[in-house]
């Protein structure tokens, strides 16, 4: 069993820059690929960014390229994402979710674990 507290989420305006942390609990964090999601009232929840255990591999999804970069301490047990050129249409509660091998995954069906999310709001 993993637990994941997010944390980092608030009001930003259009162009600042946000850092969220996911720190996990229970079993060994550094066996897991890690990923971000979020979800917008009324969409489906929607790949962010991967890592996977050993951050030899991350890949974005194409509209945060170049924008947010997913890092991990595993001294730490924590997942970062770091959100810089925030757009309003970033608004979305952030979760953060632990996979079920060392690789990562765009599918959330590959994640076994989820936080409880972070809201992230960018004002225009």
């Known amino acids: 069993q993993v637990q994941l507290v997010e944390s980092g989420g608030g009001l930003v305006q259009a162009g600042g820059s946000l850092r969220l942390s996911c720190a996990a609990s229970?079993?060994?964090?550094?066996?897991?690929?890690m990923g971000w999601f979020r979800q917008s009232p009324g969409k489906e929840r929607e790949f962010v960014a991967a890592?996977?255990?050993?951050?030899?591999?991350?890949f974005y999804t194409d509209s945060v390229k170049g924008r947010f970069t997913i890092s991990r301490d595993n001294a730490k047990n924590t997942v970062y994402l770091q959100m810089n050129s925030l757009k309003p249409e970033d608004t979305a509660v952030y979760y953060c979710?632990?996979?079920?091998?060392?690789?990562?995954?765009?599918?959330?069906?590959?994640?076994?674990?989820w936080g409880q999310g972070t809201q992230v709001t960018v004002s225009s």
């Open positions: 979710a632990a996979g079920r091998t060392m690789y990562g995954s765009s599918r959330y069906q590959n994640y076994d674990y």
């Open positions: 229970g079993r060994t964090f550094s066996a897991y690929g």
């Open positions: 890592i996977s255990s050993s951050s030899s591999t991350i």
